[in-house]
């Protein structure tokens, strides 16, 4: 679950007002499954936590992939003037 592992902390809070604890699908008994997580994940708005997690990550990894390729022009223009 990829929400899970990277923004764990957006889904706790998200799922935490809907009166969910996230700890629940890790205890023993019938409690939480990983298929009603996913379900109420999916059910997020774009104004969820997870959602503007998720919105920043992107932002930041596209800012860093941006920053790497004109690092790798300037580098092959420097050796090739």
């Known amino acids: 679950m990829t929400a899970l592992g990277l923004f764990h902390e957006a889904l706790e809070a998200d799922l935490a007002v ?3 604890d996230l700890l ?18 999916r059910a997020l708005g774009p104004d969820s936590a ?3 997690a998720e919105r920043e990550h992107k ?8 920053e790497a ?5 300037f580098k092959r223009r420097e050796a090739n003037p």
């Open 18 to 20: 809907m009166g969910v």
């Open 24 to 41: 629940d699908l890790y205890r023993d008994g019938p409690g939480l499954t990983a298929r009603k997580v996913l379900a109420l994940t």
């Open 50 to 52: 997870l959602a503007t």
């Open 59 to 66: 932002s930041v990894a596209k800012d860093a992939h941006d």
């Open 69 to 73: 390729k004109a690092r790798e022009f």
